[in-house]
């Protein structure tokens, strides 16, 4: 079955970009939708956006003007980009296959990485 | 786009059954019955439970259900085993491509 992996700086300067990569193997990226979803340390799980495989992406709108998600088809991979980072972007940052327009399984996190932690620092 | 809102902890004796609640709006919850909730460890990556308000996963046990009624969505879970410690989030699609998580309930086995 398909499988995630996180990758990427673990520590981040303030006012910098934050750069990771999911990694899928056991299944082809294509014909999938891929997002991100990142969780606070002690802090609830909150989503930050989507990418269909070929490359049609949507954000969540408190985070819209700094997020840019890509696809690699070649590589099997997506990435996340955030800008302008601050110690509010600290967070376990996990990448999660969701499932979307299935007719058996509907808008639904099904397939989880399991996260990779980046520290934003002063 | 506001976060969903749920009970910050739960708690019951083995054999007992707990509801969590998942309460939204109408632009989220009560227009969509694109209702999920996940299961997460400490340190672990959640995983999902419950799809589409009441849909379980081959891998789950019965012992959870969802259901969902205005803009609020419910978790059950009976015969609570100490196993099911943890935290849960519902999500929720909002519309306009975009999903919402709940604030996160932790459950606690006395």
């Known amino acids: 079955q398909v499988q995630l992996q996180e990758s990427g700086p673990g520590l981040v300067k303030a006012s910098e970009t934050l750069s990771l990569t999911c990694t899928v193997s056991?299944?082809?990226?294509?014909?999938?939708?891929w997002s991100w979803v990142r969780q606070p340390p002690g802090k609830g799980l909150e989503w930050i956006g989507y990418?269909?495989?070929?490359?049609?992406?949507n954000y969540n709108p408190s985070l819209k003007s700094r997020v840019t998600i890509s696809v690699d088809t070649s590589k099997n991979q997506f990435s996340l980009r955030l800008t302008s980072v601050t110690a509010a972007d600290t967070a376990v940052y996990f990448c999660?296959?969701?499932?979307?327009?299935?007719?058996?399984?509907?808008?639904?996190?099904?397939?989880w990485g399991q996260g990779t932690r980046v520290t934003v620092s002063s | 786009q506001s976060a969903l809102t749920q009970p910050a902890s739960v708690s019951g004796s083995p054999g007992q059954s707990i509801t969590i609640s998942c309460t939204g709006t109408?632009?989220?919850?009560?227009?969509?019955?694109?209702v999920s909730w996940y299961q997460q460890y400490p340190g672990k990556a959640p995983r999902v439970i419950i799809y589409?308000?009441?849909k379980r996963p081959a891998e789950i046990s019965y012992r959870f259900s969802g259901s969902k009624s205005g803009n609020t969505a419910s978790l059950t879970i009976s015969g609570l085993q100490a196993e099911d410690e943890g935290d849960f989030y519902c999500?929720?699609?909002?519309?306009?491509?975009?999903?919402?998580f709940g604030t996160g309930t932790k459950v606690t086995v006395l």
């Open positions: 056991g299944d082809s990226i294509s014909g999938y939708y």
């Open positions: 589409e308000v009441s």
């Open positions: 109408s632009s989220d919850v009560g227009s969509y019955n694109l």
């Open positions: 999500c929720s699609y909002a519309g306009a491509y975009t999903y919402v």
């Open positions: 999660a296959k969701l499932s979307m327009g299935n007719p058996t399984r509907e808008g639904v996190f099904d397939v």
């Open positions: 990418i269909y495989y070929s490359g049609g992406a």
